[in-house]
Nanobody
Framework: QVQLAESGGGLVQAGGSLRLSCEAS????????LGWFRQAPGKEREFVGK????????YYTDSVKGRFIISRDNAKNTVYLQMNSLNPEDTAVYYCVAGSSWWSYDYWGQGTQVTVSA
């Protein structure tokens, strides 16, 4: 069993930056993927990006490539989402996820609100 706890959300102006953290408790196996989804008001939840725990390889959805960076701290069992050049379309609740394979999202955090003002 894995529990995920996000932190770091808040209000930021357009063009600004914010870093989210997700601390995982429980056993994170090398085969796991940790990453992020987001859900904007009135929209479906969408994939943001993820990181392969074994080697740190990252994958992003096109809308955030070049602006968002996912990284990790193995010693702290923590994954980060550095968000740069934010715009109002990035406003959403951001969820940390962990999956035992490429296709699975077995564990979810409670979500943290990110609001980008124009």
């Amino acid at each position: 069993q894995v529990q995920l706890a996000e932190s770091g959300g808040g209000l930021v102006q357009a063009g600004g930056s914010l870093r989210l953290s997700c601390e995982a408790s429980g056993r994170i196996f090398r085969s796991y993927y940790l990453g992020w989804f987001r859900q904007a008001p009135g929209k479906e939840r969408e994939f943001v990006g993820k990181l392969k725990w074994s080697d740190g390889t990252t994958y992003y959805t096109d809308s955030v490539k070049g602006r968002f960076i996912i990284s990790r701290d193995n010693a702290k069992n923590t994954v980060y989402l550095q968000m740069n050049s934010l715009n109002p379309e990035d406003t959403a609740v951001y969820y940390c996820v962990a999956g035992s394979s490429w296709w699975s999202y077995d564990y979810w955090g409670q979500g943290t609100q990110v609001t980008v003002s124009a």
